[in-house]
C-alpha cells in the first residue's frame, strides 16, 4: 500500500471492517447470497469511491479491508456499507425479509480497526528523533510544572 496525495493532504486512510447479520445468522452459507453480498458490496465500493484491498464473506460474517479518502468518516462509509447491501440484498433475496421482518440486515454493532504499514515504535521514533532534536535534548524536554510526559513514559 502506498501513500496518497488528496487535494489538501498526504497519506493513508485503510481499515479491517467486520460485518455481522443480524442475530448472527449464517445466511452467507447459502453460495447465491454469499456471491450477491460479494457483488453489492464491490460495487458500493466503486460507486462511493472506496478501495478494496481484501473481502472475504465467511458463513456468519463478513471481512473488509478498506481505503477511502479523509474526507470520509468511519461511521459514514459503513453506514453506506450496512444500508445500501441491506437495502439491495433484501431486492436480490426476497426470502432474507422473512428472517429479518424488521427490515435490518445487519446487526447494530461493527468492529473496525485502523491499519498502516508502520508500527508504533516506528511513529515514536520518528517523532522523537527525526524533528531537529538530538536525542539527549528530546529526554531532557519533559516540563516538570505542566506535568507534561515525554512518549516513553507511557
Not at 21 to 43: N, T, W
Request: positive net charge; charged residues 30%.
Amino acid at each position: 500500500m502506498e501513500l496518497r496525495s488528496f487535494s489538501h493532504g498526504y497519506g493513508q486512510i485503510t481499515y479491517h471492517i467486520v460485518l455481522v447479520p443480524k442475530y448472527r445468522y449464517k445466511i452467507f452459507y447459502d453460495k447465491r447470497v454469499k456471491k450477491d453480498c460479494e457483488l453489492v458490496l464491490s460495487k458500493i465500493c466503486m460507486e462511493q469511491g472506496y478501495k478494496i484491498h481484501a473481502m472475504e464473506i465467511v458463513d456468519d460474517h463478513v471481512h473488509l479491508f478498506l481505503e477511502f479518502r479523509p474526507s470520509y468518516s468511519l461511521s459514514r462509509v459503513v453506514q453506506f456499507l450496512k444500508g445500501g447491501s441491506s437495502y439491495r440484498m433484501f431486492k436480490l433475496h426476497p426470502e432474507l425479509k422473512k428472517r429479518y421482518w424488521g427490515g435490518s440486515l445487519w446487526s447494530s454493532g461493527k468492529f473496525f480497526r485502523s491499519v498502516g504499514n508502520v508500527t508504533s515504535d516506528t511513529i515514536q521514533h520518528y517523532i522523537k528523533e527525526s524533528q531537529g532534536k538530538p536525542k539527549a535534548e528530546s529526554k531532557v524536554c519533559r516540563s516538570r510544572e505542566s506535568g507534561q510526559r515525554r512518549l516513553d513514559d507511557f
